[in-house]
């Protein structure tokens, strides 16, 4: 039987400092150009908080709003406001910067974070309202280092700056004297990964209701990786974000596959339950400093605030079939093998057009395709287009190349079958997994009954290979079987060889008598 997805919650946390400070586009700028005007003017282009939270898109991305609703705004979004725009959403919430600073100082187990007296009481004082933060581990807020250590560790020992409202508040200490692995710069981006995941899991759990007893196995599926200098990339996030989110009965290991690494990692999630190996797994992620403000030299020359202002995360949870939930279908899988090139034709048939053609069905089957849901309004002032429309086209020129629709139904299927973007351009943070909380919602209502979620990456950016990468499933409505009840198809066929095994036992006594 098909496993099922249960639920989804997203995070995002509104870092301007970090933009400033620790996006690579940035801290490359400062090393290469530190007297350049766009330095200068960065600090004027960041949004508050409150624009942050009313932002649209942002809305979507924690469930406050749906994709059509955002399309019915006329785009560009970056100057509108939702209505009633709220930090907590139905999927997820927008967490301010300074706590979510105090949320890296709680995954901090090797004392490397250190931050002021005065605001690790304020930090602290918020976080004891937040209502999905277990008090139990905000000890660690208790503990504050003079301003005196922080200067010190910062000039002299290769620290991490960490800003709030522009001043040093804090420091990432480097974890080695000489290990570039444990760098401070490192150490800073891989707690911010794992403090948007735990985050990510602890929406997960309030969103699903399910106890955290009975997660049994986490996947973690960013593009961060953690290590020393002898396994750089060794692992382990999903073990460390499963520890602090009260996983106690989870183990877990990560997947990386660039921005198709959650598609990976969720049909990994989906076999291990439909094998039966696990009955309850997680597939998370959390977000990428390095990717902050990627794009904030083009938007600020179109008089645009910086829109890659948030670190984002993920958590999804993938059960034994139930008989409600809708379904993770396996047998429908589309791959980019290794001889399929690169061409987009050739890309975009192998992850949707083939696999639905053995399963006997047509791109126009599909409900709704979730691609690489990059939010326009980020990536078209930097001259990369609408990503999920060119996608959209692509999938609708195949099918009228197949002659499953008309030339003139393209508009159509686009419209139909596609969605506007709305997720920040964090690389895997976009890759399909932005709507399957909607999908489940939608499938349970009956609005649609099939989602095929295509996950791409882009291996060359290793240097390793000159191999792009992708992989697809497909969601669907729940057949209506559960494993919980045990009627499964196996199990059918159980009942039926023992009554006819009853049969024949009752007829040969009738035989004898």
Not at 470 to 499: C, D, M, Y
């Amino acid at each position: 039987m098909y496993s099922v997805l249960k639920g989804a919650g997203y995070f995002l946390a509104h870092t301007p400092d970090m933009v400033i400070h620790n996006g690579t586009t940035q801290t490359t700028e400062k090393r290469i150009k530190p007297d350049s005007d766009y330095l200068k003017d960065i600090v004027n282009g960041m949004r508050d908080y409150e624009a942050c939270v009313a932002y649209p898109p942002n809305q979507v991305y924690i469930g406050n709003m749906t994709p059509d609703e955002l399309a019915a705004i006329p785009a560009p979004w970056h100057d509108k406001r939702a209505e009633g725009a709220k930090r907590q959403g139905a999927f997820g919430e927008i967490m301010p910067q300074d706590e979510f600073v105090g949320l890296m100082k709680i995954c901090d187990v090797f004392d490397l974070v250190k931050l002021n007296e005065s605001v690790s009481q304020s930090i602290k004082a918020k976080l004891e309202a937040h209502p999905l933060i277990d008090n139990s581990l905000l000890t660690g807020l208790d503990k504050a280092a003079a301003a005196g250590e922080i200067t010190d560790l910062i000039k002299n020992a290769g620290a991490e700056a960490i800003h709030l409202n522009g001043e040093v508040v804090g420091c990432v200490k480097a974890a080695h004297d000489i290990d570039d692995s444990l760098s401070a710069h490192v150490i800073f981006e891989n707690l911010v990964s794992k403090a948007s995941c735990v985050a990510s899991l602890l929406q997960l759990i309030h969103q699903t209701g399910v106890d955290k007893a009975a997660i049994d196995y986490v996947i973690e599926c960013s593009e961060e990786a953690c290590g020393d200098m002898n396994q750089r990339g060794g692992g382990n996030f999903a073990k460390a974000a499963a520890e602090m989110a009260g996983f106690v009965n989870a183990t877990g290991s990560d997947v990386r596959g660039f921005c198709a690494g959650p598609t990976h990692a969720l049909v990994q999630a989906a076999s291990l339950v439909k094998a039966g190996v696990f009955k309850n797994v997680v597939v998370a992620a959390g977000g990428s400093t390095a990717k902050l403000g990627m794009n904030g030299k083009d938007h600020l020359k179109k008089g645009l605030p910086i829109l890659e202002d948030c670190v984002a995360g993920f958590a999804v949870l993938i059960s034994e079939n139930d008989g409600i939930n809708p379904e993770l279908n396996t047998d429908i899988l589309g791959r980019h093998t290794v001889g399929t090139g690169s061409s987009p034709q050739n890309v975009i048939s192998a992850l949707t057009f083939t696999p639905l053609e053995k399963a006997g069905l047509k791109l126009t089957d599909v409900d709704k395709y979730s691609v690489e849901m990059q939010n326009p309004d980020i990536t078209k002032p930097a001259g990369a287009g609408n990503v999920p429309e060119a996608n959209y086209k692509m999938i609708g020129a195949l099918a009228a190349m197949k002659g499953q629709i008309q030339k003139a139904e393209l508009g159509s299927f686009v419209e139909k079958h596609g969605m506007t973007g709305w997720a920040p351009t964090q690389g895997h943070i976009p890759s399909g997994v932005p709507y399957l909380g909607f999908a489940q919602r939608e499938i349970l209502a009956g609005s649609i009954e099939r989602a095929m979620f295509v996950g791409k990456g882009s291996l060359f950016l290793g240097r390793m290979t000159n191999l792009f990468d992708g992989i697809s499933f497909v969601l669907q409505k729940n057949s209506g079987a559960s494993q919980e009840s045990g009627v499964t198809e196996a199990r059918v066929q159980q009942l039926i060889a023992a009554s006819l095994r009853e049969f024949a036992g009752h007829l040969a006594g009738k035989l004898e008598g």
